[in-house]
C-alpha cells in the first residue's frame, strides 16, 4: 500500500483513476455493462492490484471469491440487482445503508441537506451534471466519487498542486467520515458480501488519498 499520493507510481496513478469510476458505478446499481466490466476486473487481477493500493487485501478477495462463485453474467447481474435494492433501495423494516451523504448529517435521516447543496454546487462550479438525469440527490456516493475522480484527474494532469489540495481536502472533510458510516451499516450483510467489500474498498482508497 503507499502511503499517499504523492508515493504513487505512474501505473498506481492510472490503476485509482479506473478503479474510482469502477467502484462508483458499482452504486449506480448493476447494469449489465458494468457487471462485463466488473467481472473482467477480477479476470485482469485490477482488483486484486486495487486491494494492495488501497491496503484492503481481504476486501479485495471477498470480491473476487464472490464473482467466481457467480461467474455466469446474467446470474451475477441478478443476484446483485437483488441485493442492491434491498439493501439500498427499498426493504421490509428499512434498507441496511443510504446513498445518500445528507442522511448521515441528520439525526432522523433527511435527504437534501447541507451536503446535498454543497455537491450541487461543487458539481456546477466544475461544469459537471448529476447522471442519471438529475433524478438523484447532488450527495448520491457515486457521484461523490466521480466528483472525486475528476479532482484527481486534474491533480494528476496539467492541474498539478490546487486540484491535488482540493482531492485530499474533498476526501478528508465530506466523503471518507461518511463512507466510514456507510461501510460499517454494511458489515452486517452476509447474503450477498459483494457490496460490504466493494464499500471498504472504496473507503480504503478515499483514505489513501486524504492523506
Known amino acids: 500500500m503507499a502511503a499517499s499520493l504523492d508515493d504513487l507510481t505512474t501505473e498506481e496513478r ?8 469502477l467502484l462508483s458505478q458499482t452504486f449506480w446499481g448493476p447494469s449489465r455493462e458494468w ?16 486491494g494492495n493500493l488501497a491496503g484492503q487485501d481481504n476486501a479485495a478477495r471477498e470480491m473476487t471469491s464472490y464473482m467466481e462463485r457467480n461467474s455466469n453474467l446474467n446470474r451475477f447481474c441478478d443476484i446483485l440487482e437483488a441485493a442492491y435494492v434491498r439493501l439500498f433501495i427499498s426493504a421490509k ?7 445518500h451523504h445528507s442522511y448521515y448529517e441528520s439525526e432522523d ?6 451536503s446535498a447543496r454543497m455537491m ?10 448529476i447522471p442519471k438525469n438529475g433524478s438523484v440527490p447532488a450527495d448520491h ?8 475522480t475528476l479532482l484527481l484527474e486534474g491533480a494528476f494532469g496539467n492541474g498539478g498542486e490546487d486540484f491535488l489540495i ?4 474533498f476526501a478528508r472533510s465530506e466523503l471518507t467520515p461518511w463512507l466510514t458510516q456507510f461501510t460499517e451499516r ?10 460490504p467489500a466493494a464499500a471498504a474498498l472504496l473507503l480504503g482508497l478515499t483514505t489513501l488519498i486524504s492523506v
Open 186 to 195: 454494511l458489515k452486517c450483510e452476509t447474503d450477498c458480501p459483494f457490496y
Open 166 to 169: 482540493s482531492a485530499r481536502d
Open 109 to 114: 435521516g433527511r435527504l437534501m441537506g447541507r
Open 141 to 148: 456516493l457515486a457521484v461523490e466519487v466521480e466528483y472525486l
Open 35 to 50: 457487471c462485463e466490466e466488473i467481472l473482467l476486473a477480477r479476470h485482469t487481477q485490477e482488483l486484486e492490484k486495487l
Open 93 to 99: 423494516g428499512g434498507i441496511t445503508a443510504s446513498l
Open 120 to 129: 450541487a454546487s461543487r458539481l456546477k462550479a466544475s461544469g459537471l451534471k
Open 14 to 21: 492510472s490503476l485509482l483513476l479506473n478503479g474510482l469510476p
